[in-house]
């Protein structure tokens, strides 16, 4: 499968109203669009470089997609949650906030559910069987034997990247995995990750994907893998204190309907005003990116990206009791299942060791066909789930909260954007192309953890040091302006 061929020139919208930018623009050296943990690592490097900067966010508070909640009077994350050993970006900035981290707990036994198979392993285990785990075990060495050949920066120039990226990754495990209970395994795992079915991913961004953040072994696991560490009272912390840190430099309900920009500047109006720069990062999830009405117009390769890299789904759910009674029957809240509607449960108790939290994650199209419903609905969904695998004690909830991301207007999905087949090697350099004086930030376009909260603050921290090393002779290279500078209003 192959997308039509698109040309890199950003042209003017034919027809289109524009009048000149109003004389009350306040003006700054770079404009972030977007409070999200990229746009806050973007705009943080930036000021420390002694760059007046304005942050442009719609919502009322920073963070995006990382966001905290309450449960039970505990503060809790909505959004993102956990950090690996190797996302340093992220460790780093919870060394220097004094954030502190604690280990996923792990102590007992797991659930297990899958091609209707129900088993208890210990810890994080799999439970398959001796032939399960030998077919397991190859598929994944094959895995991390093809994904260690992606160039993270170029994955459109890998060897069979064509081939593979002609392919779905629900292609691959049907022609490649021998095993039913593996087959499932995998099925699940993957819409886990990608919060997507694995007939909607190339299976050249799946591999792609594994090679960001690693190889699969560290993609799957909770002990010394991507889920290994939880922040206590939310991972929004980190958020909140670069949002501190900028205090004076973010403006809240600013959603950005308009950039313009000619050989001199950018100038971006939202519904707070109009601000002009002499460059600009775009910080929002890439479909929504597309969404703001752009003079000259977008490069139709990015645009045409934009179009054919949906957000992920997820519905993240959380439940309280008095205690964590499932430890009292050996177990550790861990749930992993085929079945919907939830495919993995974890356990979040606070340190203290009450009251017991559990999370759990909706995702995929189970995610979009419980979206927009009453949370009572999805309560008892979960508090039946919950009944079913750890007991009836789980009918006695103290407390629920959960987070409807596809219905969220500013994210429309969670976690990111993912690409299916055809897409990657047709229009994967349009990814972090600067557009004139515009750049891209994201957590989908970072080479390394991408999808994660260390993609997104990497990503920032690249734009803003493409911003630092620009210069005017770069950006008047880059477009072709046929009119002076004109803004055009969506009002």
């Known amino acids: 499968?192959?997308?039509?061929?698109?040309?890199?020139?950003?042209?003017?919208?034919?027809?289109?109203?524009?009048?000149?930018?109003?004389s009350d623009a306040r003006r700054v050296d770079v404009?972030?669009?977007?409070?999200?943990?990229?746009?806050?690592?973007?705009?943080?490097?930036?000021?420390?470089?002694?760059?007046?900067?304005?942050?442009?966010?719609?919502?009322?508070?920073?963070?995006?997609?990382?966001?905290?909640?309450?449960?039970?009077?505990?503060?809790?994350?909505?959004?993102?949650?956990?950090?690996?050993?190797?996302?340093?970006?992220?460790?780093?900035?919870?060394?220097?906030?004094?954030?502190?981290?604690?280990?996923?707990?792990?102590?007992?036994?797991?659930?297990?559910?899958?091609?209707?198979?129900?088993?208890?392993?210990?810890g994080?285990?799999?439970?398959?069987?001796?032939?399960?785990?030998?077919?397991?075990?190859?598929?994944?060495?094959?895995?991390?034997?093809?994904?260690?050949?992606?160039?993270?920066?170029a994955p459109w120039s890998a060897p069979h990247a064509d081939e593979w990226d002609d392919i779905t990754l629900e292609q691959w495990h049907r022609e490649n995995v021998h095993n039913d209970d593996v087959l499932h395994f995998l099925t699940s795992e993957a819409r886990v990750n990608f919060t997507a079915e694995p007939w909607q991913l190339s299976f050249l961004y799946f591999l792609f994907y594994l090679r960001s953040g690693d190889n699969f072994t560290m993609l799957a696991s909770y002990d010394n893998g991507a889920?290994?560490?939880?922040?206590?009272?939310s991972m929004h912390q980190v958020a909140a204190a670069i949002g501190n840190e900028l205090d004076g430099n973010i403006?809240?309900?600013?959603?950005?309907?308009?950039?313009?920009?000619?050989?001199?500047?950018?100038?971006?109006?939202?519904?707070?005003?109009?601000?002009?720069a002499d460059q600009g990062i775009v910080a929002l999830p890439l479909p929504l990116s597309s969404r703001i009405r752009y003079q000259p117009a977008l490069p139709a390769d990015r645009d045409a990206l934009s179009q054919q890299m949906p957000m992920g789904s997820i519905i993240k759910l959380w439940i309280a009791y008095e205690k964590p009674f499932w430890r009292d029957h050996g177990m550790n809240g861990l749930m992993?299942?085929?079945?919907?509607?939830?495919?993995?449960?974890?356990?979040?108790?606070?340190?203290?060791?009450?009251?017991?939290?559990?999370?759990?994650?909706?995702?995929?199209?189970?995610?979009?066909?419980?979206?927009?419903?009453?949370?009572?609905?999805?309560?008892k969904l979960f508090t039946d789930m919950i009944v079913n695998y750890f007991g009836p004690e789980g009918a006695k909830p103290i407390d629920y909260i959960d987070q409807d991301w596809p219905a969220d207007p500013w994210s429309r999905g969670c976690y990111g954007p993912s690409m299916g087949p055809g897409v990657l090697t047709t229009l994967g350099t349009a990814l972090r192309a600067k557009f004139g004086r515009i750049h891209w930030a994201g957590t989908e376009t970072s080479p390394i953890?991408?999808?994660?909260?260390?993609?997104?603050?990497?990503?920032?921290?690249?734009?803003?040091?493409?911003v630092l090393a620009g210069s005017k002779s770069d950006v008047k290279s880059t477009i072709e302006f046929s009119r002076p500078r004109n803004f055009l209003s969506l009002a």
């Open 1 to 22: 499968m192959r997308l039509l061929g698109v040309g890199l020139a950003g042209t003017v919208l034919p027809g289109a109203g524009a009048f000149a930018p109003p």
């Open 31 to 122: 404009i972030v669009v977007g409070a999200g943990m990229s746009g806050l690592a973007a705009a943080r490097t930036l000021r420390r470089q002694g760059k007046k900067v304005v942050v442009l966010e719609a919502r009322d508070r920073v963070g995006g997609r990382v966001k905290a909640g309450k449960l039970a009077g505990h503060t809790i994350d909505l959004g993102g949650m956990w950090v690996g050993p190797t996302q340093t970006r992220l460790l780093a900035l919870l060394r220097e906030y004094r954030i502190a981290t604690m280990p996923q707990y792990l102590k007992g036994k797991g659930i297990v559910d899958i091609a209707g198979k129900r088993t208890t392993p210990e």
């Open 124 to 153: 994080e285990g799999f439970g398959f069987d001796s032939r399960g785990q030998a077919e397991f075990d190859r598929v994944v060495a094959l895995l991390d034997n093809l994904s260690a050949a992606i160039p993270p920066d």
């Open 227 to 233: 889920q290994m560490y939880i922040v206590p009272e």
């Open 251 to 276: 403006v809240f309900g600013a959603p950005v309907s308009a950039i313009s920009q000619d050989a001199i500047g950018v100038t971006v109006t939202s519904d707070q005003g109009a601000w002009q």
């Open 336 to 379: 992993f299942t085929d079945a919907p509607p939830c495919s993995a449960i974890s356990e979040a108790t606070p340190p203290s060791g009450s009251p017991g939290f559990l999370v759990g994650f909706m995702d995929g199209r189970r995610a979009l066909r419980w979206s927009g419903r009453p949370m009572e609905e999805r309560k």
């Open 449 to 466: 953890w991408t999808g994660y909260i260390e993609g997104a603050i990497r990503s920032g921290e690249r734009a803003a040091a493409d």
